[in-house]
């Protein structure tokens, strides 16, 4: 999520999918997905440049430097870069501070919030119970949960999507004034969806793409309601243990594990940068709120990505998995958004933007890298989002031919 009330409410960039719980962005209908392979507006490699370029000393030495000059640029206190390809060197390297008060540098072992990183975890419990049978893509959530406008016709498909036409809970002024006036209070998924419903739908279900972390709440109480377990528990028990993940969590209050970064955010009430550690995050639940860390987003890169534990047993079927890889064009160039995740220009994953926090994690599938970044601060620079800077600056450098390139959108307030 974001700083002023622009921001928290932005949509689109991370927002198209980001972690920032964002202003709704809208598109035409879009039936065409966008192909993996790299599309034209980056810079033009030799024909005979690999897809992702081997971690030698120099490249490595250009990485520093790229991570350097966007730190300096942006007014980013930390950042922990990974980048790793089978068969090759890795690349893992942390920069600036954790704890601007303190002086205590950021390090890769650190706890962060990962925003709407989190919707790639609750969109995967959802695509779990459709592979069990339990509900299906297709199903009204109007099936499932009483009250949503136009819920007989809004399917979950469309939700995981975000094609749903639902108004984004966080776009909302009341929601706002709440949410920063006291950061610490504890929001329900009821609560969050009422600043929602009191709007109209913004359009028929299937129309447009729209950004709306409301699609997210509902997708996560469907969860709870067909699994018959809190949200938290059932990813803890079907998706983190079995990945090997044991330091991902989805919190149920405001807990969040150390050692983690201090935040630095200007999503306040007065628009001054304020600390965030101790905010409460309930605000994103299934949308927003889990917490991570390098390693364990390194783990889930590939296996959200391709469906598989790291064992090799499928965490989704594969006709499952090939229905959430179907990404149909969003407002933004090059860029596709599935089932609660996106392909920038071959790059599959997704971003997150919580007040503080911000972080990228993406799986380029034609040489198995992934790329992961985390950092203490989500004030824009420019109109940018810090994650999608360091994400372009590292893959102009490793994978001149897939460019991940993010713009965000304008907000729509």
Partial sequence: MSPTSARLRRGATVAVLSGTLLAPV?????????????????????????????????????????????????????VTVGVWTPGQRGYVRSFGVADKATGRRMTPGLYTRIGSETKTFTVTALLQLVDQGKVGLDDTIGQYVDGVPGGDRITLRQLAGMRSGLFNYSEDDDF??????????????????????????????GRKFSYCNTNLILLGLVVEKESGRHLADYLRQHIL????????????????????????????????????AGWNPSWGWAAGAMVSTLDDLHIWARTVATGELPDGKRMISVATQRQRLTTPATPIPDVGYGLGIFNVRGWIG?????????????????????????????????????????GRAVTEIISPRHVFDLPAAPSAR
């Fill in 26 to 78: 809208t598109a035409g209908p879009a039936p065409a997905a966008v192909p993996a392979a790299f599309v034209a507006g980056t810079p033009s490699p030799s024909a005979s440049e690999p897809d992702v370029r081997p971690l030698s000393p120099d490249v490595t030495r250009r990485l520093d430097a790229s991570v350097r000059r966007v730190m300096r640029e942006a007014d980013v206190p930390g």
């Fill in 176 to 205: 706002f004034k709440a949410l920063t006036s006291d950061p610490q209070r504890p929001f329900t998924p009821r609560q969050l969806l009422a600043y929602s419903f009191r709007h109209p739908v913004l359009f028929p279900p």
């Fill in 241 to 276: 243990d079995p990945a090997g993940m044991k330091h991902t969590l989805l919190p149920k209050g405001s807990e969040f594990p150390t050692p983690h970064a201090q935040g630095y955010t200007d999503q306040t009430a007065n628009g001054k940068t304020a600390e965030t």
């Fill in 350 to 390: 997704h971003n997150g933007s919580l007040p503080g926090y911000e972080s990228l994690t993406i799986y380029l599938p034609s040489t198995r890298t992934t790329v992961v970044v985390v950092l203490n601060t989500d004030i824009d620079h420019d109109g940018e989002e810090p994650s999608t800077l360091f």
